[in-house]
């Protein structure tokens, strides 16, 4: 059974100056590729820390099957993002003094419904480098260790925030049809953020951020396998 997320009437506020969320209404579908395309500072990032639990609004809620997760207490918040929610961000953040294999075990949920490590491993080509440590492996060798460890414990809703960065085109490529196959396979909704349309091609639906509001929300009726596109050089979304 799927889980539906909501973001309702999100604002977040640094100071009386920076206001970076105006107010963000949004409901994703279960098991869908959803992007958040917007520049730097569209605030497109701050939303998925918000649904994501990470951190918190300054009005509105995020609601995972009608919880806000906004405001539960540290333990219930801890609970979701330890087997319901996962990140995965353009920096790997993968433990230096750790192999691939420590690091993506490190994703492990508690309620004990994973993965087998084996099969994600195959799936995004990392059985050679398994025992190997991240110093050893290339930028989209990292990012598929990344995504090994936020997926071993098959959360349902899987965030990513410019997770292809810092990917050149081949790996970034790869990575977004890694993150569709396993969408498909394993039933994983996913948030995307970037600026780069291309990657909005593959998505199931489009959400453009701007100036901390949405600005346009559609369907994509053509959705492109991310091999077909020429990726090219990266175009930034519009101003």
């Known amino acids: 059974m ?17 206001k970076v969320l105006k107010g963000i209404d949004l409901k994703i ?24 639990g990470l951190l918190k609004p300054t009005s509105g809620e995020t609601l995972i099957n009608s919880i806000n997760i906004n405001t539960v207490d540290e333990k219930t918040l801890a609970d979701y993002r330890r087997n319901i929610i996962s990140n995965i961000y353009q920096d790997y953040m993968l433990l230096p ?28 080509g990392l059985d050679e480098f398994i025992n190997k440590y ?59 953020a970037t600026h780069n349309l291309k990657i909005a091609l593959t998505a199931d639906r489009v959400i453009t951020i701007k100036d ?3 600005v346009k929300d559609v369907k994509n009726d053509k959705v492109l396998s991310p091999m077909e596109i020429n990726w090219g050089i990266e175009e930034p979304a519009d101003e």
Do not use: W
């Not at 959803?34 to 497109?44: A, H, P, T």
């Not at 003094?97 to 995004?124: H, Y």
């Open 134 to 192: 991240p110093s050893q492996l290339s930028g989209g060798q990292k990012q598929r260790a990344a995504i090994a460890r936020a997926i071993i414990k098959k959360p349902k809703i899987l965030f990513c925030d410019e997770a292809t960065g810092a990917l050149d085109e081949e790996n970034s490529k790869l990575v977004v049809k890694l993150l569709h196959d396993i969408k498909e396979k394993f039933g994983i909704t996913i948030i995307f």
């Open 2 to 18: 799927g889980i539906e997320i909501e973001a309702k009437s999100i604002c977040k506020n640094y100071d009386e100056y920076e």
């Open 29 to 52: 579908e279960s098991n869908t590729f959803n992007v958040l395309l917007g520049q730097s500072g569209s605030g497109k990032s701050t939303l998925i820390n918000i649904m994501s």
């Open 212 to 214: 901390g509001l949405i």
């Open 97 to 124: 003094e750790l192999t691939v294999r420590e690091n993506i075990e490190l994703g492990n949920g508690t309620d004990g419904d994973t993965i087998p490590l084996a099969s994600i491993t195959e799936i995004l």
